[in-house]
């Protein structure tokens, strides 16, 4: 009788809640509904009053403080979308941002900088632009140049 009630614990207690939280994590990827098209998106050095990119390219000198990714997209069908966008140095992952989208069209600018202020490192940076779980865009550049590390 011991047995059998330790082993009902186990199942309520351990395996219930690992499959629950595999189910919900699940359901949460694909929570939102509707199509997400990116039509437009660059790393640049700025963009304008009316959100327009400024100075288009994939590769920086040393000593840029800042990049711009620029992105115009159209999503329909839905109420909200959450938009990932993962920066990555030499491969290593150091930061996320979120945004939530509107249904319709839109355009967005997304700056990435050191909170210090300093020069962005050297080196080749990759951003991952997610939708639903699943990468929809990645965009590559480099900053190269004299001086820093």
Known sequence: MLGRFLILIIIVFMIFPLF????LSRWRSYYYTGDLEIEEIYICMDVDDDLNPIDVRNRFDYGIKRVCLFFRYRYVDGEVALLRIRWYYQGVFVHQVSYYL??????????????????LPKGDYEVRVMFKGRIVKVLNFKIEGKGGS
């Open 20 to 23: 629950g939280c595999i189910g």
């Open 102 to 119: 509107d249904s319709g069209y839109g355009k967005k600018a997304y700056y990435f900088f050191l909170a210090s202020g300093e020069s």
